[in-house]
């Protein structure tokens, strides 16, 4: 079993910075492919960002790309994404989330994660 934790949620304006963070305990994740999703009030969630074990490959959602960057730090078992420039519509539940063993593709699909955070939530000001 895998748990996710997120931190670093927060209320900032229109501009600012943030990057949130993703730690994982209980058995080995450094292999797993890890993302980001999130989930605005009455919207489904949707794929942020993905990065693979060894930080060699990693995507993201056309609306964020060129503003977030997803990182990792296998040994912290430990996964990041530092998020600039944030728009009003970047408001949202920011969700951690982890793909079984052996699923080593960067997915966009949420069905594809097996293991979830509980959340941590961004509020963007104008």
């Known amino acids: 079993q895998v748990q996710l934790v997120e931190s670093g949620g927060g209320l900032v304006q229109a501009g600012d910075s943030l990057r949130l963070s993703c730690a994982a305990s209980?058995?080995?994740?450094?292999?797993?492919?890890m993302g980001w999703f999130r989930q605005a009030p009455e919207k489904e969630r949707e794929f942020v960002a993905a990065?693979?074990?060894?930080?060699?490959?990693?995507n993201y959602a056309d609306s964020v790309k060129s503003r977030f960057t997803i990182s990792r730090d296998n040994a912290k078992n430990t996964v990041y994404v530092q998020m600039n420039s944030l728009k009003t519509e970047d408001t949202a539940v920011y969700y951690c989330?982890?793909?079984?063993?052996?699923?080593?593709?960067?997915?966009?699909?949420?069905?594809?994660?097996?293991?979830w955070g509980q959340g941590t939530q961004v509020t963007v000001s104008s």
């Open positions: 990065i693979s074990w060894s930080s060699s490959r990693s």
């Open positions: 989330a982890a793909r079984g063993v052996g699923g080593t593709e960067l997915v966009h699909q949420a069905w594809a994660y097996v293991y």
């Open positions: 209980g058995r080995i994740v450094s292999s797993h492919v």
